[in-house]
């Protein structure tokens, strides 16, 4: 098969498993990727996961990459407050949760790192469209909270919250307290609520 043959099949899938590529063609050559990645014309992912070095260039894809090469995930913590402008510092690295093995990977599109709960925890995330409009899972702004103090235990005094540098006005406007209170029940966490309670109390929540 030649590449653009190739390439006109699965460009539009932005990012792909070789998976993809044999249900298409069973037959195919797998070390055509290795050809091809040598020469620049695919980006390896992680083992089995591709993508075509134009979408370097699309905004967002980083995020639908996150949520692709290791599934379950959906992104949380600093990823997520940097999406919805809860903190000033824009997040290079994209970080999630998932219910797998805690793991990170790097490749051209940047630094993926994913951190691990357990089942019952792997919740309070919802599709958002990027830029590029494709789907992303990503937590709502207070399961990210939620889990950012969760995973991140040394946040825990009241001068670690004032140094999260949260938007007042987020916080303040358009956080959702109801929300907030539900799902850290479900955390049944004693430390995560001294927690919580730390953060609210700095923010005059």
Same mark, same amino acid.
């Not at 993809?20 to 070390?31: A, G």
């Not at 007042?168 to 799902?183: F, I, K, S, V, W």
């Given at each position: !098969? ?14 792909? %498993? ?11 050559? /797998? ?7 040598? /020469?620049? &014309? ?14 370097? /260039? ?7 990459? =996150?949520?692709?090469?290791? #599934? ?5 913590? %600093?990823? =997520? ?48 469209? #990027?830029?590029? +409009? $494709? +789907?992303?899972?990503? =937590? ?20 670690? !919250? ?8 987020? !916080?303040?406007?358009?956080?959702? !307290? ?19 309670? $730390? ?5 005059? &929540?």
């Amino acid at each position: !098969m030649d590449y653009l043959t190739f390439k006109e099949r699965m460009f539009p899938l932005g990012c792909f %498993h070789v998976r993809q590529v044999l249900l298409w063609e069973e037959d195919f050559d /797998r070390n055509n990727l290795t050809r091809w990645c040598r /020469r620049g &014309l695919l980006e390896k992912l992680r083992n089995q996961y591709y993508a075509f070095p134009e979408y370097r /260039r699309a905004p967002d894809f980083a995020r639908y990459v =996150a949520n692709r090469i290791y #599934a379950p995930s959906y992104i949380s913590l %600093h990823s =997520a407050l940097s999406f919805y402008g809860m903190i000033p510092e824009e997040v290079v690295q994209q970080t999630s949760v998932t219910t797998l093995k805690t793991a990170t990977f790097k490749n051209s599109f940047g630094t993926f790192d994913y951190q691990n709960v357990k089942i019952p925890l792997f919740f309070g995330y919802e599709p958002k469209m #990027a830029k590029d +409009g $494709r +789907g992303v899972l990503i =937590a709502t702004p207070e399961k990210a909270l939620l889990d950012l103090l969760y995973l991140n235990p040394f946040y825990n005094t009241e001068q670690d !919250m004032e140094d999260l540098r949260l938007d007042e006005d987020y !916080m303040q406007n358009d956080l959702n !307290m109801q929300r907030l209170a539900g799902y850290l029940e479900r955390f049944g966490s004693k430390a995560l609520d001294r927690r919580i309670g $730390r953060l609210l109390k700095v923010y005059e &929540l």
